[in-house]
């Protein structure tokens, strides 16, 4: 007995658990059901949830015309689930022979790449861009087993065009150069979002009522982009470019009333619909991150500062060297050719590297600095485009001795393309620089105005008059004798000004290798455009004048074809040398109007607002003060005196022309109705016949020209041996 009661024990134990564990799972079930079931049920609701993105559409950059540079499209991706119900093995080969009939893929291919499929069999991608007939036609199926992704891409509708201001984006959608990149967050937008449930085996379903996000998508950019000059300058950069063997060529086109940029491009450029398939070097814009040393373009800043500080006149003359070289502080300085005796003009349109040395070094070293920075050297423009380089402008106490002289000419300094054009559209402006932008104007989806880029104004960079003063001197760099003639085009008047600099390389400036430039505007009295050319390692002619120079011109030509506006700006003829000295309130050579008719010479002198007198009766000059090829003071009269002349006796005394330029003689010798026979160039030393001697109009006078040096010296004790032989270029 006693030996049964612990196993009777067991057994009531075991059986009141049997009898009491369905009351417990009862218990909490109806705890789970009726209790707590609320709880569990949004808990499980929660974790069902899911959310699929829907994309914002990212927004287009058009020109200012309203045309489309960049702008998207839906791609859809194609893929198949062959274990969808309803989907047969020979549903499964239709589909791939219906999608082979749009691609270049064929339908044995899709077969064995579904059959093939072990990770994911039941998600194949056949195809990653569908063709639009093909989507339609596989939706038209009606088949669960068809899956279509669709998704916005990028595209550039003129693939090249614009290259380098538009940038691109990643595979991800995001900008990575150019507007595209200063611009990504507001071209972007922000997604939108679909409420879906996921089963436990992680299939997604739709559901009546489920919330929904709407996407915001990205702001459209109106660009200040003028879409037909930008093809226009990139078809005449790449001519450029294949013509002078170059290793690039830049080009920006900017209104310098407002500061829009109206074109900028780079050649070699890129593709940015596929940019890895260019080098590195081809997707960068150049026109604003390539720091270069200007040459002379950067001549400007040594007018302006010599002109505005009272350090030069206008009726200065100058005299280089006969070799056209000159030792300053220890360095040897040269001209591209001997330029003999120059006046102001001249030292500026025949591009003088000794005179404007010369020039610049009677300005003090921080006040030059201050011109330098008002002109925007050393500091970036701030344009709407990332990557821009600041420059390099040393401040006066970094200075060596010979800084002065080279940095005057354009050398010791550096500049991105953009910084020398805006000093130029600054000059044009009147000397008020304003700065750069690219985007006029920001919209919403529904074409609502969000944003509007108003100019700015930077500063005034000299005084108005300085730059009326100014204008003529570099107009002249396009005239028959200045290093422009290139770029100089009939019946529109442009001011600009060359540069052609060496290349510093391996520690040295080498002579092979050369940046060739040109900068300047038009039409000059009533700007429209500034423009900057920059020829990189041009082969062949080395000269900005030659190289940048006839690209300007042949931009400038097209420009006019296209913007009619052009047309309107009344065009004032080129002023001979005199009538530009003087505008210029100069000192001016006095021409001969022996022989000519009263008539005549009263018509010239009032063109000139020029006062006179005139004596004696007849219809015929016999005699002048001051006699011609003499300076004359602009603000005494001029003496005539007439007589009775036959036309067919006219002889009249030739002038005295040693001791001027050739251009001056020739000038006074055609103004006096003779021919003129040139030897050589430069400063007269001798003529035939002789001074005073008379001479049938219409024959000829011979004057001989060449180099002198006159003395002209700069000390050599402020000499550094920080720069080696530099210069010699325009």
Partial sequence: MSSSNPLRGKLMILLVFILFLPVAIAVQVLRIQIIDGRDFRSLWSEQTLDELPIKAERGQIVDRKGRLLATNFVETKVAIDPKAPGMTPDLVDSVAFKLAQYTQTSASDYIQKIRSTIASPRYVVLERSAPVMAVDHLRSLNLRGIILEESYKRRYPFNELSAHLLGFVNHNGFGMTGLEKTYDAMLRGRDGAQQVRRNRNGEITAYVGAPQRLPEHGITLETTIDGNIQAIVEEEIRRGMKRWSAKGVTAIVMNPKSGEIVAMANVPTFNPNAPATSPTPARRNRAIADMIEPGSTFKLVTAIAAVEQRKVRFDEIFDTPEDGRQLVYGQMLRDHDPLGTLSFTEVFSKSSNIATAEIAMRVEPRDFYQYARALGYGSPTHIDLPNEMPGRLQKPYE?????????????????????????YAAFANGGEMMKPFVVKRSLDWNGKVINETTPTRIRQVAQPETIQKLLPVFEDVLADSGTAEQ????????????GTAQKYTNGGYGTSNYYASFAGFFPSRDPMYAMMILVDEPRGVIYGGWTAGTIFRHIAERIRGVDRALDKVPFIPQEDTLRRQVFEGALAITPDFVGQTREEAERFLRDLDLSFDIGGKGDRILRQEPVAGQRM????????????????????????????????????LMASGFEVQKVGSGTIYAQFPLPGERLRTGYAVTIRGKTRDLGTSIQSDRSSAMIQTVGGLP
């Fill in 487 to 498: 770029a100089a085009i009939e019946g529109l008047q442009i001011a600009g000004k060359t």
């Fill in 399 to 423: 200075w060596s001795k010979v800084t002065l002289p080279w940095m005057s000419i354009g050398y010791e300094v550096q500049a991105t393309p953009l910084q020398v054009l805006q000093s």
């Fill in 633 to 668: 003071n602009l603000d005494q009269p001029m003496k005539l005196w007439v007589g009775s002349m036959n036309a067919s006796e006219v002889a009249l005394e030739v002038p005295e022309l040693r001791g001027l330029s050739m251009k001056q003689a020739t000038n006074t």
